[in-house]
């Protein structure tokens, strides 16, 4: 998706970019071929050709972060296709939800894995940083509202400043609604049987069960829910962002 986007080049909206679509300049490569563009001056066409011969370099440099600087940040998930190999998708649970509540449970998975951290056995500001060491992008179901804020609450000197996919408003926009779980499943996701009913809510009594009465039980299965997020966001986000390119591009499923 990211070399079908126009919405890098300066005073380039979403109207633009398809009326761009609909000329039959559907790429980088087909605009910066052309010597000139329908209603565009020669100099505003030169002015843009070099905007684009940045992107090109900076894709070839795996520079996601640059990349995400020429797009509105509403548009980032266009990026989701190129890099998210290099992604890391996080989800986190702690001991309540609301303000000031505490981390217990950091979960990643990427490309070399899935790594779980538990409050009093492994869990500290530097192992958590070790979890986005060489990650380009992180992705999330609704992090922007909730892990995010909290892991910088709780971790003040951690480095998150990477582009950032929420796939809960990714979602919203494609026209799916709801939580994580609701949403796999109208993908056509399932979950073991063990896990399916658990949620936010949830997973706070059974870490409650962990800390009060040492149920090992409990933080098995909370571990089990953690891991089931992050190793279900790689295929919520393939599904979601494909589905969303091809409306924004105005294609058909058929």
């Known amino acids: 998706m990211i070399r079908r986007t126009f919405r890098i080049l300066p005073a380039t909206g979403a109207m633009r970019e398809r009326a761009l679509w609909n000329e039959g300049i559907v790429d980088w490569q087909a605009f910066r071929e052309i010597d000139s563009v329908p209603g565009m001056s020669m100099g505003r066409k030169k002015e843009c050709d070099a905007v684009i011969g940045d992107a090109e370099l900076l894709l070839e440099r795996r520079d996601c ?50 790594r779980t951290l538990v409050s009093g056995q492994d869990l500290d500001e530097e192992s958590v940083a070790e979890l986005f060491t060489g990650a380009s992008m992180l992705v999330t179901f609704n992090g922007s509202c909730f892990d995010v804020p909290v892991l910088r609450s709780a971790f003040p000197s951690l ?42 809510a949830e997973a706070v009594r059974m870490w409650m069960a962990w800390k009060r009465r040492g149920c090992d039980r409990s933080l098995d299965t909370l571990l089990e829910y953690n891991r089931a997020d992050t190793m279900n966001l790689p295929l919520v986000g393939e599904k979601v962002c494909s589905i969303l390119e091809r409306m924004t591009l105005g294609e058909s499923d058929e």
């Open 65 to 114: 972060g640059a990349l995400a600087s020429m797009l509105p940040r509403s548009q980032t998930w266009r990026l989701y296709g190129a890099f998210h190999r290099d992604a890391v998708f996080l989800d986190i649970e702690t001991d309540g939800l609301g303000p000031g509540c505490e981390v217990t449970v950091v979960g990643t998975h990427d490309r070399n894995g899935t």
């Open 159 to 200: 480095d998150l400043d990477m582009p950032h996919v929420d796939l809960r408003f990714v979602a919203r926009k494609a026209g799916l609604t709801g939580g994580l779980k609701i949403i796999e499943r109208r993908l056509g996701l399932e979950r073991d049987e063990g896990i399916a009913d658990v949620d936010g």
